[in-house]
């Protein structure tokens, strides 16, 4: 076949098969690729100018977002902050009202302890009169006590004395002998023996001339014994001369079952605090 039939023939089947494409030189080839390149650009600028869009709706939103979040978030803490602090003022209120309510219940107790101490194991009593002076003044307050006591020669205790308006008033006396001793006085010398023994009284206050002997029938010495009764004590004032005592018809000797109890301690006045003797 010659060539010049041939090359007609293929360019007129070309326009008539659509699904063949035309041979392209180089050229062509290159300026379609530039075309494409070209046209991506806008797809890539449409899809950069939504990208800033949705950067800025979501920037504008972030804070609010942020916002509620950070309100949402802090609330929670904050009310803690208060709860803690309003149980702390809970818990210092109810501490005080715990603090006052122990300072009371323990001064309650102490002025139990108190009451029931000086009711029955301690006592207090005033002073009436001079007959014990100078060991004892006019008012001043004695802690008092009979808890487990046994009367003995020397002692300064309160009795109650039956016929001395009828026990109402109790008198402050210095014991000189008990049961079954015997006292001898001399009221001429101021001199007073127990069982023959002569007692050393540096306490007494002793004026010029006899000793009164009150109710006492001394002999024409001046002398006079007295036996002290069964659960008896006999008993005188330290102001020999200014006392109504076991001398004395109105006071007698006293039963032990009238003692009150033995001076212990001298309260007031504050200079003269202490133990009596």
């Known amino acids: 076949m010659d060539d010049k039939n041939l090359t007609p023939e293929i360019e007129k089947e070309s326009p008539a098969m659509p699904h063949r494409r035309a041979l392209r030189s180089p050229d062509a080839l290159f300026a379609e690729k530039t075309e494409n390149t070209a046209a991506e650009p806008k797809e890539e600028e449409a899809v950069a100018c939504k990208e800033p869009l949705q950067e800025v709706e979501q920037a504008s939103l972030a804070p609010e977002e942020d916002a509620l979040f950070t309100v949402e978030r802090r609330r929670p803490a904050e009310e803690l902050i208060d709860?803690?602090?309003?149980?702390?003022?809970?818990?210092?209120?109810?501490?005080?009202?715990?603090?006052?309510?122990d300072w009371i219940k323990s001064f309650l107790i102490s002025l139990a302890v108190v009451i029931f101490v000086f009711t029955l194991i301690f006592r207090g009593v005033t002073v009436d009169g001079?007959?014990?002076l100078p060991t004892l003044t006019d008012?001043?307050?004695?802690?008092?006590?009979?808890?487990?006591?046994?009367?003995?020669?020397?002692?300064?205790?309160?009795?109650?004395?039956?016929?001395?308006?009828?026990?109402?008033?109790?008198?402050?006396?210095?014991?000189i002998a008990t049961e079954g001793q015997t006292v001898e006085i001399n009221f001429r010398t101021w001199e007073v023996r127990v069982d023959g023994v002569l007692l050393q009284e540096p306490y007494i206050l002793r004026d010029g001339g006899f000793m009164n002997?009150?109710?006492?029938?001394?002999?024409?010495?001046?002398?006079?014994?007295?036996?002290?009764?069964?659960?008896?004590?006999?008993?005188?004032?330290?102001?020999?001369?200014?006392?109504?005592?076991?001398?004395?018809?109105?006071?007698?000797?006293?039963?032990?079952?009238?003692?009150?109890?033995?001076?212990?301690?001298r309260l007031t006045p504050i200079d003269r605090f202490g133990k009596v003797e």
């Open 139 to 175: 008012t001043e307050y004695l802690i008092i006590s009979d808890l487990f006591y046994t009367p003995e020669a020397g002692d300064i205790v309160v009795v109650q004395a039956p016929h001395f308006k009828g026990g109402a008033e109790p008198i402050i006396k210095r014991i």
């Open 213 to 265: 002997a009150e109710s006492i029938l001394p002999d024409e010495n001046g002398i006079a014994q007295i036996v002290v009764r069964e659960n008896c004590i006999f008993i005188m004032g330290d102001n020999r001369n200014d006392s109504l005592d076991s001398r004395s018809e109105l006071i007698g000797q006293i039963d032990e079952r009238y003692i009150m109890g033995r001076v212990l301690v």
């Open 83 to 101: 709860n803690e602090n309003k149980e702390k003022t809970e818990e210092i209120a109810l501490s005080s009202h715990a603090s006052v309510f």
């Open 130 to 132: 001079d007959s014990m």
